[in-house]
């Protein structure tokens, strides 16, 4: 792929997030984002073929965008378990809100639209693949707390992944992110920490 065609690219994938972000999923039509780019259709097409492979594409974008795996990083370089499950809480409140508008659009039209349902799933699994990782690490020292199991605790840490959870205790709880994390960190370590008491 030439430059040119990485930049058009780039700029057919920020134009989707932004009519997501303020028109909602409604509007995400290939029409509209040739219209918002300044392609034409089928100038679109050459670079995405169906709204499908647009909306899966935006999933790399996003994370790409705003540093998934940085975000990440320091979860899996904490020295034990229960570190780790701190930076996780530290992870979902600096990562998550910047891609919130998008998550909580796409799935509020997801059982009637199939690129949406697609989009969301993919997020889905790899947010319990993250979470599942960090049980067994808990299991695996011996601090998963009883009567837990490492698929029960990833469940519970999953979902608290929840965009809609997220954006409640942000928008109408009025939490910092600052606040979300913390919080969060207690939640799990004293629910999901065996002998936990911070």
Known sequence: MNARSRRTREAILA??????????????????????????????????????????ALFDYLADREGLTPSLQPVWAAPDSVTALAEWARHLARYHPRVLAVDQALRQV???????????????????????????????????????????????LWSLVSSELIGRLLGEQGWSQDELAVRLALLQQRTLVAGATG
């Open 15 to 56: 134009a989707t997030r932004a009519l997501l972000e303020e028109r909602g999923p409604a509007a995400l039509t290939m029409a509209a984002v040739a219209e918002r780019v300044g392609l034409s259709r089928r100038g679109l097409y050459l670079h995405f073929t169906s709204r499908s492979e647009l909306v899966t």
């Open 110 to 156: 997801g059982e009637r639209d199939p690129d949406a349902r697609a989009h969301c799933a993919r997020a889905d699994a790899a947010q319990l693949a993250n979470c599942r990782r960090l049980a067994e690490w808990l299991a695996r020292e011996g601090r998963l707390a009883a009567p837990w199991t490492e698929e029960t605790a990833a469940r519970l």
